[in-house]
């Protein structure tokens, strides 16, 4: 089964930098998409970015030109580098997987929160 577990997570300034990592449980060379979400309180969770095995990627508006998703299948593992971070950015980040029959994934979630 395939789990997933997320790092990278802090406190850092506005304008700061911060890369999230994911490591999955098993190869991801089969699954057809990784990525990540995030939520703040009371708030529906909202895409941030995912790679397909493609290598193509999607961005939410708010992040484009900031983040930088990235995809090893050789580590098992999808990153997000975000630069320029915000207030706003501040969230619980998830990291999400998606197998070619649709099933998902969730990692348990990361705080990332951006505040001088």
């Known amino acids: 089964q395939l789990q997933l577990v997320e790092s990278g997570g802090g406190l850092v300034k506005p304008g700061g930098s911060l890369t999230l990592s994911c490591v999955a449980s098993?190869?991801?060379?089969?699954?057809?998409?990784m990525g990540w979400y995030r939520q703040v309180p009371g708030n529906q969770r909202e895409l941030v970015a995912t790679?397909?095995?493609?290598?193509?990627?999607n961005y939410a508006n708010f992040v484009k030109g900031r983040f930088t998703i990235s995809r090893d299948n050789t580590k098992k593992s999808v990153d997000l580098q975000m630069n320029n971070l915000k207030p706003e950015d501040t969230a619980v980040y998830y990291c999400?997987?998606?197998?070619?029959?649709?099933?998902?994934?969730w990692g348990q979630g990361t705080q990332v929160t951006v505040s001088s």
């Open positions: 999400y997987a998606e197998s070619y029959s649709g099933t998902p994934a």
């Open positions: 098993i190869s991801i060379r089969g699954i057809y998409l």
């Open positions: 790679m397909s095995t493609g290598d193509t990627t």
